[in-house]
C-alpha cells in the first residue's frame, strides 16, 4: 500500500537539508507523461533520497524504478524512505558511478530520467538512448540550472557544468532520433521523445 503521508514526510526532510529534490512544477510534467505513458521500466539517474523514485511510482503504479546512487548514505536513506512508504518491491537502487553502471545495463526502458553529475549529461544522454525502448522518453531535469544555461554565463565556478548542459541540450535537439522540448518549469525539463525506427 503506497504511503503518501511517508512520501510527504521525505519531502519535507529533504527541503529541510536542502537535498535536491524534483520540484513540484517539473513534477507536474513529468506526471502527465507517466499518467498518459503507463511505463513498466523506469530507469533513474540520481536517487538522492528517494523521493523523484517514489513520485514515479505514484503515477505509474505499475512501474518498476531502477535508480543509481552513487553516495552510499543517501542509498542507504533512499532504501529506507522507499520501504517506509511500501514500495520497496518496486525500486532497485543501485549504488556505484553512474559512468561506470550505465554501461553494464542491458535492460530496455521505457523511460529515463537524468539528475545526476551536471558535467556527465552528455553521456548520461549518450547512454539513454542506447537504453531506452523506441518510443520511449529521455527526461533531464536541471537543464537550464539557474538560467545560466541560456545567458553568457561563464564564471569559473560553474562553467564545466554550463558548458555540458550546453552540449546536451544541442546533442539532443540535433539527433534526428530524438524530438526534444526546453520546458521553462523548476530549474528547466528536457523532454526527448526517441524514434529509433
Not at 51 to 62: D, E, G, L, N, V
Not at 69 to 75: F, G, P
Given at each position: 500500500?503506497?504511503?503518501?503521508?511517508?512520501?510527504?514526510?521525505?519531502?519535507?526532510?529533504?527541503?529541510?537539508?536542502?537535498?535536491?529534490?524534483?520540484?513540484?512544477?517539473?513534477?507536474?510534467?513529468?506526471?502527465?507523461?507517466?499518467?498518459r505513458e503507463k511505463p513498466q521500466r523506469i530507469l533513474e539517474i540520481g536517487t538522492a533520497v528517494g523521493?523523484?523514485?517514489?513520485?514515479?511510482?505514484?503515477?505509474?503504479?505499475?512501474a518498476i524504478v531502477d535508480t543509481i546512487?552513487?553516495?552510499?548514505?543517501?542509498?542507504?536513506?533512499?532504501?529506507?524512505n522507499v520501504k517506509k512508504i511500501g514500495i520497496e518491491d518496486k525500486v532497485n537502487i543501485l549504488i556505484g558511478n553512474a559512468v561506470e553502471i550505465l554501461p553494464s545495463l542491458q535492460s530496455e526502458y521505457d523511460m529515463i530520467f537524468?539528475?545526476?553529475?551536471?558535467?556527465?549529461?552528455?553521456f548520461f544522454l549518450q547512454e539513454g538512448i542506447r537504453l531506452v525502448k523506441n518510443n520511449g522518453w529521455i527526461i533531464a531535469d536541471n537543464i537550464l540550472y539557474k538560467g545560466y544555461v541560456?545567458?553568457?554565463?561563464?564564471?569559473?565556478?560553474?562553467?564545466?557544468?554550463?558548458?555540458?548542459l550546453?552540449?546536451?541540450?544541442?546533442?539532443?535537439?540535433?539527433?534526428?532520433?530524438?524530438?526534444?522540448?526546453?520546458?521553462?518549469v523548476g530549474d528547466g525539463l528536457a523532454i526527448s521523445r526517441v524514434k529509433k525506427d
Open positions: 500500500m503506497f504511503n503518501l503521508e511517508e512520501l510527504e514526510k521525505v519531502k519535507q526532510k529533504a527541503l529541510e537539508e536542502h537535498i535536491p529534490i524534483v520540484m513540484d512544477d517539473t513534477l507536474e510534467e513529468i506526471k502527465k507523461i507517466l499518467e523521493y523523484s523514485a517514489s513520485q514515479f511510482i505514484r503515477f505509474a503504479p505499475k546512487e552513487l553516495d552510499e548514505q543517501r542509498a542507504k536513506e533512499a532504501t529506507q537524468i539528475d545526476a553529475n551536471k558535467g556527465k549529461y552528455p541560456m545567458s553568457d554565463y561563464n564564471k569559473h565556478k560553474q562553467r564545466t557544468a554550463v558548458r555540458h550546453r552540449e546536451y541540450i544541442q546533442m539532443a535537439q540535433e539527433n534526428e532520433i530524438l524530438e526534444t522540448q526546453i520546458l521553462e
